[in-house]
């Protein structure tokens, strides 16, 4: 089956976040593309890999998380990096002849728009550094 990402609304990757009985690496799969823009918080059990490394990781992730039900991908706002990761990912899983029925996704709207949304509750954001955020534009 030929492995394509699509877009995941917030809400799916929140319910998986926040359900105990569900664990990152083994339910599902989240990696954020960011560069040094992952600095100030990222999205609990994410791994970072920098988009720009995306080609000579693709593999390690593929042995690392093809087994993975669903992989989310995403950026600052999901509109080039984290679509062209989950690109790369798909196009070198599907390469290698590897069968799977996983789900590669990708985060609508990014961490900015999972930030802006969930900023405000506990267990949504690790790491998280407000002054980094000071600045953003947020609609509340």
């Known amino acids: 089956m030929t492995v394509v990402p699509v877009f995941a609304e917030p809400e799916e990757l929140y319910d998986l976040v926040l ?5 990152p690496g083994k ?3 989240i990696v954020d593309v960011r560069d040094s823009d992952y600095i100030g918080g990222h999205i609990p059990g994410s791994i970072n890999v920098p988009a720009s490394q995306m080609y000579d990781k693709a593999n390690d992730l593929i042995r690392d998380f093809s087994h993975v039900p669903k992989v989310y991908f ?5 509109q080039v990096r984290g679509p062209k990761s989950a690109r790369i990912y798909s196009e070198t899983m599907n390469n290698l002849g590897i069968e799977s029925d ?9 961490f900015e728009g ?3 949304k969930y900023r405000k509750e506990e267990g949504l954001i690790e790491d998280y550094d407000k002054s980094v955020w000071e600045y953003a534009i947020i609609e509340e």
């Open 102 to 110: 996983q789900k590669v996704k990708i985060l609508r709207n990014g």
């Open 74 to 78: 995403h950026c600052a706002l999901s």
């Open 114 to 116: 999972w930030h802006a």
């Open 19 to 23: 359900d105990k009985t569900k664990q």
């Open 27 to 29: 339910d599902y799969a």
